[in-house]
């Protein structure tokens, strides 16, 4: 693709591609501050599996092997280049050699949050999709899901790309999707307790909402601190945002929010419990149920 007035070329494969892919990649939701999920009280009520989650930490998995660990360097690099999110190119400020250009620009909203740039910064993020994502899907369906999910990490992409229009940094990790995938949570079941890792060593049990509104929080104020740092905090603002209201509109007719119990109105619930062991017949009174009557 021939360069135009104004534009640049993003990196290739010159020297300085290694450090900003280090520096610009989107972290695990927890390290800023110093949680890890391990586990909630929490079971499915809709599904039996969670396998739109499951099949997104296996997509996940996959990627990384192949970039991480099969590939060559050179190809490893061309691919986080090539799939991940670079504001510039979004905003034609720069144009990307062709050889990069992997896929068309606009899909990279989406591809960017399926390419990580090292198994640390994989595992903690399929670590709080697998704890949170299950019962986020249980309350939308498998489909819903899905869009929901790749929808997140859309604006997390954008709102980053707002931030820093004319970044050549590919931007790369899933923590803008699960940060919607966070904030849907805690939307749905603030008061689940849920096991977490604090400062990696101390296993406590807390209501969702603790943990999950401080880190909430917390990535406003470092994103109004530090717009342009080497955390993506615009990506996470983006996905929490998007989660925030997709929840409300996605999950499944009749799921609650704020763990609220649904309400059954006073009619319906205080109508006697019919008896099998009687039948009603027009006009008659209730008689005892007989061998030939219809259950």
Not at 43 to 68: P, R, S
């Amino acid at each position: 693709m021939p360069m135009t007035a104004g534009t640049r070329m993003c990196f290739g494969f010159r020297e300085k591609t290694g450090r900003f892919v280090r520096d610009y990649v989107t972290r695990t939701p927890g390290a800023g501050f110093m949680f890890i999920p391990l586990h909630d009280a929490n079971t499915l009520k809709h599904i039996k599996v969670q396998w739109v989650t499951m099949a997104l930490i296996a997509v996940d998995f996959a990627i990384w092997l192949f970039t991480g660990v099969v590939a060559s360097q050179s190809v490893s690099q061309a691919t986080i280049v090539g799939l991940g999110y670079i504001p510039a190119v979004s905003f034609h400020h720069a144009t990307l050699a062709p050889a990069l250009a992997l896929i068309p620009e606009p899909l990279t909203y989406i591809t960017y949050s399926f390419v990580h740039s090292g198994f640390w910064h994989l595992a903690p993020n399929m670590l709080f999709l697998w704890v949170f994502g299950d019962n986020v899907e249980d309350a939308m369906g498998h489909f819903r899901f899905l869009v929901f999910y790749l929808l997140c990490a859309a604006v997390g992409a954008l709102v980053h790309g707002l931030v820093g229009p004319t970044s050549e940094a590919p931007l790369v990790g899933a923590s803008g999707a699960i940060s919607g995938v966070v904030t849907a949570y805690v939307v749905l079941h603030p008061r689940v307790k849920v096991w977490v890792l604090v400062l990696m060593r101390v296993p406590l049990p807390l209501p969702a909402f603790v943990p999950l509104l401080l880190w909430i929080g917390q990535q406003f104020v470092m994103l109004v601190l530090e717009p342009n740092g080497g955390i993506s905090w615009g990506a996470h603002v983006g996905g929490i945002v998007a989660g925030g209201v997709l929840v409300l509109v996605m999950r499944r007719r009749g799921v609650p929010l704020f763990d609220r119990e649904v309400v059954m109105p006073r009619a319906v619930r205080d109508r006697p419990t019919p008896n099998p062991a009687m039948v009603a017949v027009p006009g008659q009174p209730l008689r005892p149920r007989l061998p030939w009557d219809k259950p």
